[in-house]
């Protein structure tokens, strides 16, 4: 593992490769920093990404989602995203008990589409020696999107924020784990109510920008 | 389903697994290596030799960049015997790498030692040491790449950062000082790096002879003609060196003469006209003759000094060449050869304008002519007073001598009024008359010294004239007027006498008296010349006996006199010589001492110059370079030995 970030540690534990090591030593001596080409670089690159999501409310529903994320990179560190997801929201086990023993629905809408805009900031780059044969390079990222989620008639603003690790593969391919906590107000029957909840994205896409076959190593 | 989406799952997971990126070693970028030395971008360049290092793809040329680095930043150049290097082109360059190491340790540490302000003027080091030379800030990274901290595992699939290129130069400095420090006056630092430098020259011979007819080209043939001119120059050195101490074993100095002398005769079989500027050929074409010249091989040594003039000299070398040329034809004999390079005789500024006066004058007359002889001599003594030094007092002589053989006459008085200033003629003017005594003109001396009594004023002077009068009198063979001048030089006027008091008159005649005694001395190697024939006996004879009777009276007349001793003397010693004098009878039976050896007269004769000669010291530049810089989009032959134009600032120490 290698990483710029310290805060790059807790993203990592998600990933349970386990880790290898150069055991080759060159003639480089141990104080002397190195450098590499960045592997997947951003600046400039369109990224589309096909996501999967599911959004936990504690609200009585289970809700899963597909959507498409579409986003643009200024620089290495920053980019903006548009994001839009059809949502599968229905009652949960509860809800329903709830519902045939007592005919009660919860005051939260099922909803159906999520649309958002967004910043995805990488605040550091980081590798993985996997097997002793592959390397996965990644970019820890803090994500921000805010919105408008769709209950049926209701609207509610929706804010999304979390952390992300975005791995590059070759040619392009890249995949991506947000794992953000909403926040969403909804105007029910007793008024406007907050909620929050916690929707982890899993993202596979593209990125184009000027395609490298297989980036050099070096400068 | 829950099949599907596990086959659908798996097939994903394949293809993805196609598209990770393997664990491979990077690769080195395709730009020229040695191109970034040339252009002088030293961080990069280093970068790039420690890149082939990491990637392990570095070759002997990698050990040629890590050589020019080491140089470059006043570090250690690696001994190329442990680096195991095959390319013979490669070795030959390394080894110059090594010799310029070897060169900077020595000028630097001499200078430390002779406490000089500069160093390295006119080498690479006057451009190697100046802060703002090299490129040695490390490049800002360009956008897209990552710049990982140093850790102790090393990845693969990186390559070293470039780093700023810190110079050891100050450190290498302060190393030298201390060494200098510890061990300042028995000269054995200063004899090891000279034996280091000379032990590089030798690698580097040894490397070029390695190398076969087609490698290399023009680049390296100025190489070791460079470096055999650097050899020889530092043998030469090495050698004046000795010569100045006065213990120093010859044939040591000679052994040194030789080994420069084989340098320069291996480098003048290099085709280099065409590759090296004339000023360093005839630099090193008259350090050719000049060791030609020590080693006693003069011909040889005339061809390569008229070269050396030809293709150009500063002043003072080509003063010194041709001043030699001089010396070695007059050795030779070769007065026509050596007249003719009195045409042009060096400026009055010139260390060897007397000597090459004297000498070319000497030539003039040789040969027969005489006019040009007196212009050249006329002409020195206007630049130059002929008693300013010992050749200007040879070539006055040598003047005095030619125009003692022509009559006394206005001419005469001429030249010797210009030979010098106007209120010295009288003296020139009695010296002539001796050296027309000398050479056996006794009518010129007398006829000076005529003249000389009519216009000399004071009188206190003219006792001298009186004795050149009784001296060419002596050598006429006229005893009237030796006697009648005799009694001039130590006349006693009543006038004087009576305004003189008596203790007074011993130190006022002092000076006549003195000369009286001076004359009769200077008659008796004369007398011993005639030799033995029986002419010559009866002649001496006579004069002793008029030596005799002339001191005889004054002594008996003047009890006072000073010069009473020496005149004693003289009357004892022409007594003893005399065949039929009782007391040189009785002198010669009841002597215990050997009679006085009377010699003919002492000459300084031009040999005696010879330690007063201007040392040959050929003013020899540092050669620039003997370094090459490799370029990999040029042919070696045409590889350069530096980067710019060189500038003369020396580099402090």
């Known amino acids: ?219 | 389903m829950t099949n599907h989406w596990s086959v659908r799952l798996l097939v994903a997971a394949a293809a993805l697994s196609t598209g990770c990126v393997t664990y491979s070693h990077a690769s080195l970028p395709q730009d020229a290596r040695f191109e970034l030395l040339y252009e002088r971008k030293l961080a990069a360049f280093e970068q790039r030799v420690a890149m082939e290092r990491h990637t392990a793809s570095g070759d002997d040329w990698t050990s040629v960049a890590e050589g020019w680095v080491a140089l470059i930043n006043c570090r250690k150049v690696a001994n190329p015997e442990d680096l195991g290097l095959q390319d013979p082109l490669a070795r030959v360059v390394y080894a110059g790498l090594v010799l310029e190491d070897a060169r900077r340790e020595r000028m630097l540490g001499q200078a430390l030692t002779a406490r000089t302000g500069t160093w390295g003027r006119d080498t690479i080091f006057a451009r190697l040491h100046h802060p703002d030379f090299f490129d040695r800030v490390a490049d800002h990274l360009p956008p897209g790449y990552i710049y990982w901290l140093p850790e102790d595992e090393s990845w693969v699939d990186e390559l070293p950062a470039p780093l700023a290129a810190d110079s050891g130069c100050d450190e290498l400095r302060k190393s030298l000082a201390e060494s200098v420090t510890a061990a300042p006056s028995d000269g054995v630092v200063a004899q090891d790096w000279v034996a280091l430098e000379i032990s590089a020259v030798e690698a580097v011979l040894a490397a070029g002879r390695a190398l076969s007819d087609d490698q290399g080209g023009e680049s390296l043939t100025r190489l070791l003609w460079h470096t055999r001119v650097h050899g020889a120059q530092l043998l030469w050195s090495e050698a004046r060196k000795l010569e100045r101490d006065d213990g120093a074993d010859p044939e040591k100095i000679a052994a040194l003469h030789r080994e420069a002398l084989a340098h320069l005769e291996a480098a003048s079989r290099y085709e280099v006209v065409e590759l090296v500027d004339s000023g360093e050929r005839s630099r090193m074409e008259l350090l050719h003759g000049v060791l030609l010249a020590k080693l006693e091989r003069p011909s040889d040594a005339l061809g390569h000094l008229a070269r050396a003039e030809a293709l150009g000299l500063s002043d003072d070398n080509h003063w010194g060449s041709r001043y030699l040329r001089l010396r070695l034809l007059m050795n030779a004999a070769l007065w026509e050869d050596a007249a003719a390079l009195t045409e042009k005789v060096p400026p009055q500024t010139s260390r060897f304008f007397s000597p090459y006066a004297y000498y070319g004058a000497l030539s003039l007359r040789r040969v027969g002519l005489e006019d040009r002889f007196l212009a050249l001599a006329m002409a020195a003594f206007r630049d130059r007073p002929y008693e300013a030094d010992p050749f200007m007092r040879g070539l006055y002589a040598e003047v005095l001598q030619t125009i003692a053989d022509y009559p006394f006459e206005a001419r005469t008085i001429e030249l010797l009024e210009e030979m010098g200033p106007r209120n010295k003629t009288f003296g020139r003017v009695e010296e002539f008359a001796a050296v027309s005594l000398d050479r056996g003109r006794p009518e010129n001396a007398a006829a000076a010294a005529r003249w000389l009594l009519a216009r000399q004023t004071d009188a206190r002077e003219h006792p001298r004239f009186y004795a050149l009068l009784a001296l060419s009198a002596f050598l006429d063979d006229n005893e009237r007027v030796f006697v009648e001048n005799v009694a001039k030089i130590t006349a006693r006027p009543d006038k004087l006498l009576d305004v003189v008091p008596q203790h007074r008159r011993s130190s006022f005649f002092a000076h006549a008296d003195a000369e009286l005694a001076r004359a009769l001395r200077l008659m008796l190697p004369v007398m011993a010349e005639w030799g033995e024939t029986p002419r010559a006996r009866v002649r001496r004879q006579k004069w002793l006996r008029i030596i005799v009777a002339q001191t005889q009276g004054f002594l008996r007349e003047t009890n006072e006199s000073l010069a009473r001793p020496a005149l004693v003397e003289l009357y004892r010693l022409a007594s003893a010589m005399l065949d039929d004098h009782p007391r040189g009878y009785a002198e010669r039976v009841g002597a215990t001492d050997a009679a006085p050896l009377v010699l003919g007269t002492v000459q300084l004769n031009a040999r005696q110059l010879a330690q007063f000669e201007p040392p040959i010291e050929p003013t020899l530049s540092p050669v620039f370079s003997l370094a090459l810089v490799p370029r990999d989009e040029v042919q070696p032959a045409n590889w350069p030995s530096f980067f710019t134009e060189p500038e003369s600032a020396g580099a402090r120490p």
């Not at chain 1, 643009?72 to 949960?92: H, K």
């Not at chain 1, 909803?111 to 002793?132: E, H, M, P, V």
């Not at chain 1, 924020?161 to 969403?184: C, E, M, P, R, Y």
């Open chain 1, 1 to 219: 593992m290698k990483s710029f970030a310290p805060l790059l540690t807790l993203c990592l534990g998600l990933l349970a490769a386990p880790l290898g090591l150069a055991a080759e030593r060159e003639d480089t001596p141990p104080n002397r920093p190195t450098v590499q080409k960045r592997f997947g670089t951003k600046e400039g690159h369109v990224t589309m990404h096909l996501v999967g999501v599911t959004h936990v409310r504690n609200d009585l529903y289970n809700t899963l989602g597909a959507g498409l994320d579409l986003g643009y990179y200024f620089n290495e560190q920053l980019g903006a995203e548009l994001r839009l997801v059809w949502l599968y929201t229905r009652l949960s086990g509860a809800g329903d008990s709830i519902r045939e023993r007592a005919g009660l629905t919860p005051d939260a809408r099922a909803q159906n589409y999520l649309t958002t805009a967004g910043l995805r900031y990488s605040f550091g780059y980081g590798k993985i020696l996997a097997f002793d044969t592959f390397v996965v390079h990644f970019d820890p990222q803090i994500t921000l999107h805010a919105g408008t989620a769709f209950a049926g008639q209701r609207v509610l603003p929706t804010v999304l924020t979390g952390l992300s690790l975005l791995n590059h593969f070759k040619w392009g391919i890249q995949v991506k784990l947000d794992l953000n906590l909403t926040a969403q107000m909804e105007r029910r029957d007793r008024g406007w109510v907050p909620s929050f909840g916690f929707a982890p994205f899993l993202g596979l896409g593209w990125s184009y920008g000027g395609l490298a076959a297989v980036p050099e190593a070096g400068p």
